[in-house]
């Protein structure tokens, strides 16, 4: 069975200032996807950003980067000029890919992202 | 619009009464599934289904029913509930077809649950 692990429940930021979350998972799959979701007072879950384990290049949105270390199954996610709406909740979640298996979303603990004025 | 719809977006009910939160989709997605939330523990699978007709259970089925009469709607039943199924749950959807790449999973607004 695949676990995602968030160890820190807690992290605050400086408005503009870069942020990183980390995220490890562990599993014995070769083909998945990581995946960071945001998920904000209106509780909405939102996509901030996807890596396909076949990709070596990082993935990024905007002010959204990962360091996907593929060997050390680490996937962290950097935030760059922290704005005010980026306080969320966000989710570090895996999910294996084969044909014919459940899509599952295997999502760690969430941790919780405040960002200061 | 794209969109997963759940209703109710707020339920107080009391413990033995029957209860189905309806989650329908207009994406055409053939994956869907449900999960509930809970503090420290993240988001759980609870039931998907593949397709039509198609349906299994996840992490944590216990408690739960789901059917799948037609693609678009997938709806959660509680036949008993109990309050410790008091939780935030979310209903997501997804295109799945043989032999083509995931593509991005859309969650409904979610559904706050309390069973006292």
């Known amino acids: 069975a695949q676990t995602v692990t968030q160890s820190q429940p807690e992290m605050s930021v400086q408005e503009a200032e870069t942020v990183t979350l980390s995220c490890t998972y562990d599993?014995?799959?070769?083909?998945?996807?990581l995946f960071w979701y945001k998920q904000p007072p209106s509780r909405q879950m939102i996509l901030v950003i996807r890596?396909?384990?076949?990709?070596?290049q990082n993935a990024t949105e905007n002010r959204f980067s990962v360091n996907f270390q593929k060997a050390a199954k680490s996937f962290s996610l950097k935030i760059s000029d922290s704005q005010l709406g980026d306080t969320a909740m966000y989710f570090c979640?895996?999910?294996?890919?084969?044909?014919?298996?459940?899509?599952?979303?295997?999502f760690g603990k969430g941790i919780t992202l405040s960002v200061r004025p | 619009e794209a969109q997963v719809t759940q209703n109710p977006r707020y339920l107080i009910t009391v413990t033995g009464k029957k209860l189905t939160v309806t989650c329908s989709q207009n994406?055409?997605?053939?994956?869907m599934s449900w999960y509930r939330q809970d503090p420290g523990l993240g988001l759980r699978q609870i039931y998907y289904?593949?397709?039509?007709?198609?349906?299994d259970k996840g992490d944590v089925p216990e408690g739960y029913k789901v059917s799948r009469k037609e693609k678009r709607n997938f709806p959660l039943i509680l036949e008993s509930p109990s309050p410790n199924q008091t939780s935030l749950y979310f209903c997501?959807?997804?295109?799945?077809?043989?032999?083509?790449?995931?593509?991005?999973?859309?969650f409904g607004q979610g559904t706050r649950l309390t069973v006292v």
């Open positions: 994406m055409n997605h053939e994956y």
């Open positions: 979640a895996f999910m294996k890919w084969r044909d014919g298996a459940n899509s599952k979303l295997t």
């Open positions: 289904s593949m397709n039509v007709e198609v349906t």
């Open positions: 599993t014995s799959e070769n083909n998945y996807y």
């Open positions: 890596q396909e384990a076949y990709k070596q």
């Open positions: 997501a959807s997804s295109r799945y077809r043989v032999g083509s790449l995931y593509t991005e999973a859309f």
